[in-house]
C-alpha cells in the first residue's frame, strides 16, 4: 500500500494506440452530432478487445473456452506486487522473481519490462515468464499475472504455451499495462474487466493505489 495515492496504469486508448500487427485498431466515428443538428452527441467505436490495457480469456487460446463474462472479478480486486524485470532478455525464470520479492507469497503479480505501448510504439521483443516460472507461480497460488508488455508470451510464439500454463489452470492474465509510473513495490490492485459477452479479451481500467 502506498497511502492515498492513485496511479492509473492503464494505456490510453485512442486511434493512435499501437496493436498488435494485423489486429484491429481503435476507431471512432459519431452517429450524432449537435454540430449537425441533433440533439445530443452520440458516438460509435470499432476496436480489437486486445488494443490497449486488456485482460486475456481462456477463449483467447482454446476454441470453446471460457469467454469474457466468466472472468472472476476476486482475481481483479486486491494486493498485488509490482516487480521490475527491465534488465532481463528473454525468459524470466523463478529464482529471478523471489530475489526481487524476498520469495513473499504474491497473489497477483504485475511485471514491469519497460517494453509496454504506452510509449506510443509496438515492442519488438519484451521479457516473460518461462513455464517453469508460470507453473511454479500456479503451484504458489497466484491469482493473476499482469505485464506492461503486448503478451504474456514470446511476439513469434504460435503455441503460447505461459498463456497456457496460466490460463488453462485459472489464473487471469493482464496485458498492455502501464506501469511506467509504478515503482516495484506492494500495492492494491482494481482492474476489473468489463461485463462483455462472448469476447476471448475483456477492455480493463487498471488502477495502483
Known amino acids: 500500500m502506498r497511502g492515498d495515492r492513485i496511479i492509473d496504469i492503464?494505456?490510453?486508448?485512442?486511434?493512435?494506440?499501437?496493436?498488435?500487427?494485423?489486429?484491429?485498431?481503435?476507431?471512432?466515428l459519431w452517429t450524432w452530432e449537435m454540430a449537425e443538428g441533433?440533439?445530443?452527441?452520440?458516438?460509435?467505436?470499432?476496436?480489437?478487445?486486445?488494443?490497449?490495457?486488456?485482460?486475456d480469456t481462456p477463449l483467447h487460446v482454446t476454441s470453446g473456452g471460457a469467454a469474457s463474462e466468466s472472468l472472476s472479478l476476486a482475481a481483479f480486486q486486491g494486493p498485488a506486487s509490482v516487480v521490475d524485470v527491465t534488465g532481463i532478455d528473454g525468459e524470466?525464470?523463478?529464482?529471478?522473481?523471489?530475489?526481487?520479492?524476498?520469495?513473499?507469497?504474491?497473489?497477483?503479480?504485475?511485471?514491469?519490462?519497460?517494453r509496454s505501448i504506452a510509449g506510443g510504439n509496438f515492442p519488438e521483443s519484451w521479457p516473460r515468464l518461462s513455464v517453469r516460472c508460470a507453473d511454479e507461480l500456479v503451484?504458489?497460488?497466484?491469482?493473476?499475472?499482469?505485464?506492461?508488455?503486448p503478451s504474456a508470451d514470446d511476439?513469434?510464439?504460435?503455441?503460447?504455451?505461459?498463456?497456457?500454463?496460466?490460463?488453462?489452470?485459472g489464473v487471469c492474465v493482464l496485458e498492455n499495462l502501464d506501469l511506467r509510473n509504478a515503482a516495484p513495490g506492494d500495492y492494491d490492485l482494481d482492474a476489473l474487466p468489463m461485463k462483455v459477452a462472448g469476447l476471448d479479451a475483456a477492455p480493463v481500467r487498471a488502477i495502483l493505489s
Not at 38 to 55: C, E, K, L, Q, R
Not at 139 to 149: E, I, N, P, T, Y
Not at 155 to 169: G, P, Q
Request: glycine share 6%; hydrophobic share 35%; aromatic share 2%.
Open 38 to 55: 441533433s440533439s445530443v452527441n452520440v458516438s460509435a467505436i470499432t476496436s480489437s478487445p486486445h488494443a490497449g490495457t486488456h485482460a
Open 155 to 169: 511476439r513469434e510464439s504460435k503455441t503460447l504455451d505461459v498463456h497456457h500454463a496460466l490460463l488453462d489452470r
Open 139 to 149: 503451484r504458489r497460488g497466484v491469482l493473476l499475472v499482469g505485464m506492461d508488455s
Open 92 to 114: 524470466i525464470e523463478i529464482e529471478q522473481i523471489d530475489r526481487a520479492t524476498g520469495h513473499a507469497t504474491i497473489r497477483r503479480l504485475l511485471l514491469k519490462t519497460g
Open 10 to 28: 492503464s494505456v490510453l486508448l485512442s486511434p493512435d494506440t499501437p496493436v498488435w500487427p494485423g489486429d484491429t485498431p481503435f476507431s471512432c
